[in-house]
């Protein structure tokens, strides 16, 4: 059974700072890694969707990796804003899942101006 | 592009009753996902629906069940309400493939009282 673990739990970081935030996965038969962010009480923004065969995906302030063998992701935030605080969630979507994700337990992040 | 709409965005019943949550998802998309949020469990698969099929399936009781519309609007019915049913429900669409990115609702809020 696939479990997806994310630390820190949560993070707080003065402002500008670049800071990283980590997923790990137990099983490594996975088809793509998604990173979303979700602020409180609201649904789920996409962030950054890495394909099992790439390395990294970039977008803007954002940068996410991939090492499939060792079951790590990682998100980094580059020149962190009061307006990044969120909570960040990484999923995966195994090889036979169809369009199931599987989601990490979360890193809830806080930005201070 | 309207995103994924989901109504009712709050809803309030009580133990026993049942409950009806829809969700129109992004033009074109033809596969709807549901999720169940809550703070000790996190984020839970319910099920997919693509083209009108249940396509997956999570480990949730006969209680909870969906349908697909040839419109790709979905449904998610919960029948006998239990308190443990409250929870932040979310759907998602995609175009279907397993390597589309997911676009998540703002979720429909259920409270059980």
């Known amino acids: 059974k696939q479990e997806v673990t994310q630390i820190p739990a949560a993070l707080s970081v003065p402002e500008g700072e670049n800071l990283v935030l980590n997923c790990s996965f137990t099983?490594?038969?996975?088809?793509?890694l998604q990173w979303f962010r979700q602020d409180p009480g609201k649904g789920l923004t996409s962030l950054l969707l890495?394909?099992?065969?790439?390395r990294e995906q970039t977008s803007g302030r954002l940068n996410a990796s991939l090492d499939k063998s060792s079951g790590r992701s990682t998100l980094y935030i580059a020149a962190s804003q009061p307006g990044d605080s969120a909570t960040y969630l990484c999923?995966?979507?195994?090889?036979?899942?169809?369009?199931?994700?599987?989601f990490g337990t979360g890193t809830r992040l806080l930005v201070s101006p | 592009k309207a995103g994924v709409t989901q109504t009712p965005r709050y809803l309030i019943k009580t133990r026993g009753q049942q409950v009806t949550l829809s969700c129109s998802p992004i033009?074109?998309?033809?596969?709807v996902s549901w999720y169940q949020q809550t703070p000790g469990q996190g984020l839970q698969f319910l099920f997919e629906?693509?083209?009108?099929?249940?396509?997956n399936k999570g480990n949730f009781p006969g209680r909870f069940s969906g349908r697909q519309f040839s419109n790709s609007r979905s449904e998610m019915n919960v029948s006998t309400l239990e308190l443990g049913d409250s929870a932040l429900y979310l759907c998602?669409?995609?175009?279907?493939?397993?390597?589309?990115?997911?676009?998540f609702g703002a979720g429909t809020r259920l409270s059980v009282l």
């Open positions: 033009s074109g998309h033809r596969s």
């Open positions: 998602a669409s995609s175009l279907g493939s397993s390597s589309d990115i997911q676009y």
């Open positions: 890495i394909q099992s065969s790439q």
């Open positions: 629906y693509f083209s009108e099929t249940q396509r």
């Open positions: 099983d490594s038969a996975i088809y793509n």
């Open positions: 999923a995966v979507r195994m090889n036979t899942g169809f369009q199931k994700l599987v």
